[in-house]
């Protein structure tokens, strides 16, 4: 079976940029969750998706936002790109049910210059 | 607002010495406490914790909830450099899947 897969591993942007970061789940997945991971902050909550609709989400601006589609990939969307942006985005992929048994992929390391 | 506190943030052992980790927290619902292991980029499931007093054991890796003091451990014995990485604790709450990770233990085994 075929891991959390997301793209691009790496970027770099410049501050006002926007960005787009791609997740493919686990086959058979439903729910995918968003983490942002930095050095001070550690690895903090972004939102969850499931079947389609957004089903929790953290305590970040409007910027960061995200959708999911029908065959459950995931993508989120940072606009207006600030340097405190630069960090690990990690997608994780669970079958849906409020377990805590996530399944992350490598994440996709972003650099805002 | 969810907290959850590691101690220590950092370590650094010899390959054989017996690790112990700590993680508090104060959530709201709490349904259980997952323990994840970060070795370079993507967390790896370690043991989910439901029940106060139950040890969960998986190889040299144990762990061990107590409810009553809002905590749990996670300790290593035999530490091989393979043990070199971030253990992250992160309480579920009822009703969705959203964790509230902690800051992590950075444990660094050398040989």
């Known amino acids: 079976k075929a891991g959390v897969t997301q793209t691009p591993r790496y970027l770099i942007k410049t501050r006002g940029q926007q960005v787009t970061l791609s997740c493919s789940p686990i086959?058979?997945?439903?729910?995918v969750s968003w983490y942002q991971q930095t050095p001070g902050q550690g690895l903090q909550f972004l939102f969850e998706y499931f079947s389609e609709t957004q089903r929790n989400k953290g305590n970040f601006p409007g910027r960061f936002s995200g959708r999911q589609f029908s065959n459950s990939r995931s993508e989120m969307n940072v606009s207006t790109l600030e340097l405190g942006d630069s960090a690990l985005y990690l997608c994780a992929s669970s079958e849906g049910h409020p377990t805590g048994e996530l399944f992350f992929g490598e994440g996709s390391r972003l650099t805002v210059l | 607002e969810d907290k959850v506190v590691q101690s220590p943030l950092s370590l650094v052992v010899h390959e054989g010495d017996t690790v112990t980790l700590n993680c508090s927290y104060e959530v709201t619902n709490f349904r259980s406490l997952l323990w994840y292991k970060q070795e370079k980029k993507a967390p790896t499931f370690l043991f989910m914790l439901t029940s106060s007093g139950i040890e969960k054991k998986s190889g040299r890796l144990s762990s061990i909830l107590d409810k009553k003091e809002l905590s749990s451990i996670l300790n290593i014995t035999a530490t091989q450099t393979g043990d070199s990485a971030i253990y992250l604790c992160?309480?579920?709450?009822?009703?969705?899947?959203?964790?509230?990770f902690g800051k992590g233990n950075q444990v660094v085994v050398i040989p």
């Open positions: 992160a309480p579920l709450v009822y009703g969705n899947n959203r964790l509230a």
């Open positions: 086959s058979g997945h439903r729910s």
